[in-house]
C-alpha cells in the first residue's frame, strides 16, 4: 500500500540525501512511498517504516553518512523564539528540556532520559518498541545522538559540554569518522546509550538570565512545535504535565488523568502501550524535581518531601536512596562539596594565574 509523506519532512530528506550522496528517489519508490503537499497534521510513519527508510538511505550513500547529514538538516534556526529561549535561559540544565521535544518533531518512539552519576550527567537516548529489530535502533540513537549534539553546539559552542559518547551497538564504520563528527572520544558495545559530560558545566549560569522572557519563549517554542499540527501523544503529555504541575505529583493516577480529561483506564492502557507505567512516570518527575530542590539550601528536606507528593521525609527518603543511591542530605552535602571544590579550583587558577 503506497505511504504519504509531507513535504516538510521531504524537504529535510532531500537535504541530507544531497549531502550524503544517497538516492532519495529511488529509496521512495523502493519503498512505495509518495509526496504530499496537504497542509494541517503531518502523519507519523510507523517506526518499522521510518527504520526501513533510513536503513536504505544509509545505504545508498556515496560519501559521508546519511544520519548525520540528517541531524544536520534539522533546522532550528529559523525559530526566533527558540532564540530567545537558549538567550534568556538562567543555566544549561535549564535548556535540556529541549531534548524532550525533540521526540515530538521525529517520532514518539524515541525518548530520552537524564541520570546523574557523581560529578558527571549522562543524557541517554532510547528507542522504545517491543520488536528487539527497532528497540534502541543504532540509525536511531546515532541520529538522536548527533541531533542533540548539534542543539548543544547551538547552546554552548564554547564549552565542551559531552566530553565521551557511548553506544551499546557496533560502529558501523571507521571510529575515526565518528569521532571527527562527534568531537570527542566514542565507545562502543558499552553497557548503555549515552552522551556524558561534567554536571558542573550543566549548572553553569549563563549571563542572561530572564525568566519572564524565559518563560514567555518556552510557550512560544511549545505551541510552535507541539501546537502546529503536532499534538503530542498521551504518554507524552502525560510526562510533560507531571514535570509542569507540582501539585499533580501527590493526585495519583486518577488526578492526572483528570487533568488529561481522559478515563484512568484509558491513561493505563496508553501508557502500557508504549511500555511504561503511572508510577515510572511519577517517579521520574519526582527524580527530577528533587534533585533541583535539594540544590536550594533554603529548603528543607521535609518541605520537599511534602511538595513531592509524600506523605513523610522517611518514604522520600527511601525513594531518593533507590534513585541516587545516597539520601537527600547526602546529595546536599554531595552538591555542597562540588561547589567549595569548584570555588577552590577556582581560586587556585587565579594564583597560578
Known sequence: MTTEIGLHFVSILTQAAARSGSDLRAVLVALDMRVHTREGREERLPLSLLVSLFEQLEARSRHGRFVFALADAFNFDDQPAISALLASAHDLR???????WVPEVIHPAIAFSEHEDQ??????????????????????????????????????????????????????????????????????????????????????????????????????????????????????????????????????????????????RRLQRELKAVQTSYAELLAQARYERARAMLRDMNLDIESIALKLGF???????????????????????????????????????????
Open 94 to 100: 535549564q535548556l535540556l528540556q529541549l531534548l524532550y
Open 119 to 264: 560529578a558527571l550527567m549522562h543524557i541517554r537516548p532510547e528507542v522504545r518498541s517491543s520488536d528487539p529489530r527497532l528497540k534502541d535502533h543504532p540509525l536511531l540513537i546515532e541520529l538522536m545522538t548527533a541531533v542533540t549534539l548539534r542543539l548543544v553546539k547551538r547552546i554552548a559552542p564554547d564549552l565542551p559540554l559531552v566530553e565521551r559518547i557511548h553506544f551499546c551497538h557496533e560502529p558501523a564504520g571507521a571510529l575515526a569518522v565518528y569521532e571527527a563528527y562527534f568531537a570527542c572520544p566514542v565507545l562502543f558495545k558499552a553497557q548503555e546509550n549515552a552522551m556524558i559530560g561534567s554536571l558542573s558545566q550543566f549548572e553553569q549560569p549563563l549571563p542572561g538570565s530572564l525568566p519572564q522572557a524565559f518563560e514567555q519563549a518556552e510557550e512560544t517554542v511549545r505551541i510552535k512545535i507541539l501546537g502546529d499540527g503536532l499534538m503530542p501523544s498521551i504518554h507524552r503529555q502525560a510526562e510533560q504535565l507531571l514535570r509542569l504541575r507540582l501539585s499533580l505529583l501527590g493526585e495519583g493516577l486518577s488526578g492526572l488523568a483528570k487533568a488529561m480529561q481522559l478515563h484512568p
Open 311 to 353: 506523605n513523610e521525609r522517611r518514604s522520600f527518603t527511601l525513594a531518593f536512596k533507590h534513585w541516587q543511591g545516597m539520601s537527600p542530605s547526602q546529595y546536599r552535602q554531595h552538591i555542597k562539596q562540588q561547589k567549595t571544590g569548584a570555588r577552590n579550583d577556582g581560586l587556585s587558577n587565579l594564583v597560578l594565574w
